[in-house]
């Protein structure tokens, strides 16, 4: 084992306060636990014992896992299932914290919210739960009054309490004990929003969204705030069903008002079967001068991170996917880049590609561990404390942490503006020349001939102030920042229009 | 309405009630001869999805991948007949309803089969056709017409009509309904009945192949298909009457409608179309109890 790989690992800033037999008690991640996973993967409901031998060995620390292993969300739970099988092999092969065990316990929510609750219930019971990863469980909302009843540790690992103002502390609704990993929609929309009006100069936008995995109604709610924000004017919000395979009403309504971008915020399929239609209708994106000048509607495309951030969107809708597409995401998400852990950790314990979003459960599986073992107790109020004051952690991507008044583990600066490109045929050709990002000549995409860009500005700056080490690579490996870049080093906004 | 929201609705509700339509011609061709709900019909359509894509993905043109997948999807057909209804023996499914429970099971592990030994990603596969004698869409009142809903729209109606002259004008039809009428009955008079509920799920297999190759290119290939799509179709096969072809696809088209013009009036259809679909489905129910084109049971007292 390399000293890096021994630093990837749950490397707390503080980590020197702690002391080493506390270092080595907390997550002695194993075999037996991946094997746990591998047996809940194929229905079974609750898990075995890792391996291990070490100090204290006999003793376990329990972590809920809330998902949706069956039904529509089931991906979900295939992304979890590959990236805490992942997390608990590295675990392993590092030497894991020593002495104690952990068992990670699995729930399928499906989808009926009816289940989170009990899930959670099943869960808090079991007194040897410390802390539970809530990754996109359906019912979240449903079983929130008692987690905070509980005090119970728990991380929403997909799920976005903050744009809905239920997160500690600016909400109340999810209580102090629950923290958030995902980026909220509502950075994304924001930061969206202004790179649409700033850096692109457009002044009107239209909504379609999924109301299947929105049953709140949040995402019109903060795609309006976002618009008036920016400045943008709004010319209308549509709906659809995940089930559905034609948007012909929704898109001829939004066809009527001109809009200079239409926003998809849905899942990829979707999202590539909305992108076909509106090739069909001769309505796809060309550039963004034609996108503003009215007369054809051409607009430009801007999606949600599930959607168009998904680069399978881009194999399912084929030709008729247009270079340019623009989504957010947070810097944490570049899975491609190497420095971050978990596409190297897949592709040596499982053999797998990172598809997206795998960072995230392994990120939060650590976090809550550091909480632990900065509270060198499972007392479920000591844990929350230890995670308020752990600072900052890395382990699958980049360093991010919580205090007691920022329970997301992400902020407006780390977000980034994403577009997807095609490979084989390239990008549209632009004045200075575009050259695609490394990432491409590596075949980290080479299950798919799609795969993001990665535009940097307008939030370059804040991404530096951020996460300097990662900007550094960013820029000095060129990954997907030629867009952006003049030869002289300096960035320009006329590289962005392609 | 103007005449851009009538010819959407036109389009949609015809390309759309054929989607579920296909789908439905699967649960009917089972029906029709079994008086048993195939639940894994929906699944049948994403094993086929699958074998299409792997196919196609190994470079096999996609007409040569269509009717190779018809037959790898026939087989498919046969062992989902072997693994969940032979083992129940000889049964009377309106007393003894343990086939719903074997083929919603055999169709739920056939997806997990798939998710945890495949991927649980969307994969596109190739339009049949790009083309019609060059002819690569048109746009009527500003409405997109391509070749993919017109040939989904022809292969439905051409499917129906073609199932319906198998089970009325040809000797196998005539043994698929004998056996549904008194398989005991059938058996006497020489019908091989095991082969003919074999041969009809691989029928209902065959269709299925179709049907995903056919839907592909709009709804991808995915696993929630099966789910998703089932229970629409079987909604739609209940609602046009169970057995009856013309009535799957009359059903489908009528939720296809319905669901087009509730989205033609408003923005936020997505909200209350199912609520919509259901009260049409109950109101239809109510009226006729068999559906549109079912015919009651009659018992002899």
């Known amino acids: ?498 | 309405m103007n005449s851009t929201d009538i010819v959407q609705v036109l389009v949609s509700g015809l390309t759309v009630g054929s989607v579920l339509a296909l789908v439905a011609l699967g649960y009917n061709l089972v029906f029709s001869t079994t008086r048993i709900v195939n639940f894994a019909q929906g699944s049948m359509i994403v094993i086929a999805g699958f074998i299409a894509f792997a196919m196609t993905r190994a470079g096999i043109p996609i007409w040569i991948a269509l009717v190779l997948t018809v037959i790898a999807s026939a087989v498919v057909g046969v062992l989902v007949e072997l693994v969940a209804i032979r083992p129940l023996g000889r049964f009377d499914p309106s007393t003894n309803v343990a086939w719903i429970l074997t083929t919603f099971s055999v169709g739920l592990i056939s997806i997990d089969l798939i998710r945890i030994t495949i991927d649980a990603q969307p994969h596109p596969l190739p339009p049949l056709l790009d083309s019609v004698f060059g002819w690569t869409g048109s746009r009527v009142a500003g409405v997109a017409i391509t070749p993919t809903d017109l040939l989904i729209i022809i292969s439905t109606l051409a499917l129906m009509v073609g199932i319906e002259v198998l089970q009325v004008r040809t000797m196998l039809g005539k043994a698929f309904r004998a056996v549904a009428q008194d398989r005991q009955a059938a058996s006497l008079m020489g019908i091989n009945t095991s082969a003919v509920v074999r041969m009809t799920f691989a029928l209902a297999g065959a269709v299925a192949a179709i049907g995903a190759v056919l839907l592909a290119p709009k709804l991808f290939v995915k696993l929630e298909n099966g789910l998703l799509l089932g229970i629409q179709a079987f909604i739609a096969a209940v609602l046009g009457g169970l057995g009856s072809t013309r009535g799957a696809v009359v059903g489908g088209y009528a939720i296809a409608f319905t669901s087009a013009i509730v989205k033609s009036f408003s923005q936020s259809s997505a909200r209350y179309e199912p609520m919509v679909i259901f009260a049409l489905f109950l109101g239809i129910l109510v009226i006729r109890p068999a559906g549109i084109f079912g015919t009651p049971a009659l018992e002899k007292v």
């Not at chain 1, 739960?129 to 809530?134: S, T």
């Not at chain 1, 909220?184 to 202004?194: A, C, F, K, R, V």
């Not at chain 1, 095609?422 to 990002?437: E, I, N």
């Open chain 1, 1 to 498: 084992m390399t000293p890096e790989e021994r630093d990837i690992f749950i490397e707390g800033e503080r980590q020197k306060d702690l002391s080493r037999r506390l270092f080595m008690k907390v997550g002695f991640g194993g075999f037996a636990a991946t094997a746990f996973l591998a047996a809940c993967a194929k229905g079974n409901d609750s898990g075995g014992v890792s391996s291990g031998a070490g100090e204290g060995g006999g003793d376990t620390i329990k972590v809920g896992v809330v998902a949706p292993f069956s039904g529509v969300g089931a991906f979900i739970g295939t992304i979890v299932n590959n990236s805490l099988n992942t997390a608990v092999k590295q675990l392993n092969a590092t030497g894991g914290i020593g002495g104690r065990k952990v068992q990670l316990v699995l729930r399928d929510t499906g989808v009926d919210p009816a289940n989170g609750p009990k899930a959670y219930t099943e869960l808090s019971a079991d007194s040897g739960i410390v802390g539970i990863l809530w990754c996109s469980g359906a019912g979240l909302t449903q079983a929130l009054p008692s987690i905070k009843r509980d005090g119970m540790p728990l991380i929403g690992v997909f799920d976005d309490l903050l744009s809905s103002g239920k997160l500690y502390p600016d909400g109340d609704a999810a209580g102090r004990s629950v923290f958030q990993l995902i980026i909220p929609t509502l950075y994304g929309m924001d930061t969206l929003g202004d790179y649409a009006k700033n850096d692109r100069g457009y002044s009107s936008a239209a909504l379609i969204s999924d109301t299947s995995t929105d049953p709140e109604g949040n995402t019109p709610k903060y795609f309006e705030a976002a618009m008036k924000k920016a400045g943008i004017e709004n010319k209308g919000m549509e709906t659809f069903a995940i089930t559905d395979s034609d948007y012909g009403a929704q898109l001829q309504r939004i066809k009527a008002a001109k809009p200079h971008t239409i926003w998809i915020w849905g899942l990829s399929a979707n999202s590539a079967g909305i992108v076909s239609q509106l090739f069909d209708l001769g309505a796809a994106y060309v550039d963004t001068p034609t996108a503003k000048a009215g007369g054809d509607w051409h607009p430009h495309v801007f999606g949600s991170p599930a959607g168009t951030g998904d680069k399978s969107w881009v194999s399912l809708a084929g030709d008729k996917a247009k270079v340019g597409t623009v989504t957010a995401w947070h810097v944490g998400g570049l899975i491609s880049l190497p420095s971050f852990a978990i596409a190297g950790w897949m592709r040596k314990y499982i053999q797998k590609d990172p598809t997206g979003g795998e960072e995230s459960p392994a990120d939060g599986l650590a976090a809550l561990l550091n909480g632990i073992k900065k509270a060198g107790s499972t007392d479920r109020a000591k844990i929350v404390e230890g995670m308020e004051t752990m600072g900052k952690i890395k382990f699958a991507s980049i360093p991010f942490g919580f205090d007691a008044k920022r329970h997301i583990s992400k902020v407006p600066d780390d977000m980034i503006v994403v577009t997807m490109e095609r490979g084989g045929t390239g990008p549209a050709p632009t004045d200075p020349s575009y050259k695609l990002g490394a990432e491409w000549g590596q075949g980290v995409f080479e299950r798919t001939p799609a795969g993001p860009a990665h535009l940097v500005r307008p939030t370059l700056a804040a991404n530096k102030r951020a996460h300097p080490d990662v900007m550094a690579e960013v820029l000095e490996k060129g990954y997907g920042t030629q867009c952006t870049k003049h030869p002289d080093g300096s960035l320009g906004k006329e590289c962005k229009i392609h």
